[in-house]
């Protein structure tokens, strides 16, 4: 009887070591996550039972679906021998560092603010093997029981991210990424800790599908999709906006945003030219029209300029008189100066030499004439252009200062072209 107890017992003693040999298998299989107390970034204290409201329920979350969370009381150990602050742990390198001073597999940090009565919290999940950031969400709403609803919502976009698979990479790849989370998630940080967030959507035209929005200049808030592009950002504030695009020029825009969402239009990107053709009209040459080829050397900077203008000078005071047949020819070089190439304004100087053949309709003066053909040769000074500048088509006003030469058979002689003032012609660019 003794003997039979015994063996019993035995059994039982060996079922439970076994049984709970599994359950520490299964425990040790498990990924482990380190939840960080959120830092408390509002004004006054009285805020603070938010960091751990929000704190408990994701541990409580993320239990619910087989994450084994490190207990607090292990990782403040580390938090105070390190000498980190909470804000310290909103770096990522910080947090990352901590957590692979546990053991971690994984580690969460944000922080939480309560501002007139209004919530915003933010958390970012890291990959201590690679030190990716692997997720992060923003919520904010009213401060009240409303924020279990916005944790439920930051734990169903946070935790699909935590369960993919956790592979070590080479270690250049893993610098790399390293080096890319500190520098986003110190932008991040420095635009949320400060006060509560607003959504901003971006819209673009048709054609600027696909480009890149940089906020503040370096920064990638994503790609024009379905010709919008929405991002959260910190409200009152300045919104640096660099929107550029393959073949086209990168344009900059700055926004007031007040403490509303904003819908922004953002103005067209101009595409890079090599080419332009101009259709002109000039004060001087009033009964005629011209146009101009333009090419290049440097897109949308420098250019060299071919340009026709045919016109009629007819004298209406005299009734017998017959029009005179003027064509106008020029080859003049141009530089933009002040305003780069994606201003809506622009200003262009330009100079080069000209001719301007005349020819009498009245023939029976050639009998009169040993060279019925004049040419005045000039020289055009200073060309100063002013242009609205679009997508693929400018408007210019255009002011021409032109001295004649005097050369050969000509009828102007030498000296200023048009009595003392300049030339002025206006008209219109289509720019490939």
Request: contains cysteine; hydrophobic residues 40%.
């Amino acid at each position: 009887m003794f003997r039979h107890t015994c063996r019993n017992i035995i059994i039982i003693f060996l079922l439970i070591i076994i049984s709970e040999a599994s359950l520490y298998s299964e425990e040790e299989a498990k990924d482990r996550v380190c939840i960080l107390l959120q830092a408390s970034l509002s004004e006054t204290g009285k805020w603070d039972l938010f960091r751990y409201v929000i704190t408990d329920a994701m541990r409580v979350e993320l239990n619910l679906v087989d994450f084994s969370v490190i207990p607090v009381n292990e990782w403040q150990e580390i938090k105070k021998r390190e000498q980190f602050s909470d804000t310290d742990l909103l770096r990522g390198a910080n947090a990352v560092s901590l957590g692979r001073r546990l053991g971690a597999d994984l580690v969460i940090s944000g922080f939480v603010r309560v501002d007139r009565g209004r919530l915003l919290f933010s958390l970012k999940s890291y990959d201590t093997a690679t030190g990716r950031l692997t997720g992060a969400v923003v919520k904010s709403g009213r401060a009240g029981l409303h924020v279990y609803t916005l944790i439920n919502e930051a734990a169903a976009e946070l935790i699909p991210a935590l369960k993919e698979d956790i592979r070590p990479l080479p270690q250049e790849v893993v610098t790399i990424q390293e080096e890319r989370v500190v520098k986003d998630i110190t932008y991040e940080e420095e635009f949320s800790e400060m006060g509560r967030l607003i959504r901003v959507t971006l819209l673009a035209r048709a054609e600027d599908e696909g480009a890149e929005i940089l906020l503040a200049g370096d920064h990638l808030a994503g790609r024009i999709t379905n010709g919008k592009l929405s991002f959260n950002t910190k409200a009152d504030t300045e919104l640096v906006i660099v929107n550029r695009k393959e073949g086209y020029h990168p344009d900059r825009q700055i926004f007031k945003l007040g403490d509303r969402d904003k819908r922004i239009k953002l103005r067209p990107l101009i595409p890079i030219a090599k080419r332009g053709m101009e259709l002109e009209y000039t004060s001087m040459q009033m009964l005629g029209l011209g146009a101009a080829y333009r090419y290049y050397i440097k897109p949308d900077q420098f250019l060299v300029r071919a340009a026709d203008y045919l016109y009629l000078q007819y004298p209406f005071l005299n009734p017998n008189a017959r029009p005179l047949v003027h064509n106008d020819f020029m080859l003049q070089v141009g530089h933009y100066v002040f305003f780069p190439p994606s201003s809506r304004f622009r200003v262009m100087v330009n100079t080069g030499l000209g001719a301007i053949i005349t020819l009498f309709t009245d023939f029976s003066l050639y009998s009169n004439m040993d060279n019925p053909i004049f040419t005045d040769f000039y020289w055009n000074v200073f060309g100063l252009w002013l242009e609205a500048n679009f997508s693929h088509r400018s408007y210019f006003y255009r002011m021409d200062m032109r001295y004649a030469l005097g050369w050969g058979n000509n009828l102007i002689g030498t000296g200023d072209f048009s009595g003392g003032g300049p030339v002025l012609t206006i008209g219109a660019v289509t720019k490939w």
